[in-house]
Structures are given as C-alpha cells and as structure tokens.
C-alpha cells in the first residue's frame, strides 16, 4: 500500500502515535506542529503543499496516505487556536496546546535528536502543516 511514498512517522512509536493516527483516521486531526529545529538536524526538507506521504503505525505497517493541503511557519508564541483545535488532541486553547507539545519536545527522546541543551521559547520557529487523508 503507498509503496512508493515517503514514510510519515507521527510521534514515536507507541500509545501516542496510535492515539494520533486515530484521531486522524477519524478525521478530528487534520494538522500538525513540528518544530524549525527538527527539520535543521534531520534531512532538512521542509513541507510543500502538495507533498504525500504513507503514515506508518506503530509497528512500522503502512497504513495510508496524507497530502499537505497548507503549510505556515510561526514563532511558538504566535500559534493560532484554530491549528491547535486542527490537531484532533483534545485541547481547547493554545495554552493546553503548548504545554502538551513543550513536554514533547522537552523529551528525553526529542532530546536525543535536537540535541540536549535545545530549549523551546517563545521565538522558537514551528511548522503548522494541514493535511488531508488521500487513501
């Protein structure tokens, strides 16, 4: 299935990325944040609109594609409600949004790749990425 798309991996594998590919099996996520900096230390290409990709479970299976529908960057301190809420995660203003997403990213995991002394604020750059299910 979508053989020849690039994997899409949201979050790390587990309970987390099983509960968002739910979510965006069910149609509550249609979006997602990725900080500036993991785009820097990893491969370096940032989302188009237009780009498809093969979401990938938990256990590496390919499950189905997306496609980026829309793509803003914003410093962390300017997130919008209306791509908080686009996330499907349940949060009902920016502030929960934050404080989910900086535990994330303050992660020992997120660490690992950003390297330890990376410490999200305010003018810290996010990509807001809205995507659609293509099947």
Do not use: Q
Request: aromatic fraction near 8%; include cysteine.
């Amino acid at each position: 299935m979508n053989d020849d798309l690039p994997i899409i991996e949201f979050a790390f594998p587990g309970p987390l990325r099983d509960s968002l590919i739910a979510a965006i099996e069910s149609g509550a996520k249609t979006s997602t944040s990725s900080l500036m900096r993991e785009y820097e230390v990893g491969d370096g290409t940032l989302p188009v609109v237009g780009d498809a990709g093969c979401v990938v479970g938990s256990d590496g299976e390919r499950l189905f594609a997306v496609e980026t529908t829309g793509v803003d960057f914003v410093r962390l301190a300017d997130v919008p409600l209306d791509h908080a809420l686009a996330e499907g995660e349940g949060h009902t203003s920016v502030a929960e949004w934050r404080a989910d997403h900086l535990e994330f990213w303050t992660s020992a995991e997120i660490r690992a790749e950003l390297g330890a002394d990376f410490e999200p604020d305010d003018d810290t750059m996010v990509v807001l990425e809205r995507f659609a299910v293509v099947r």
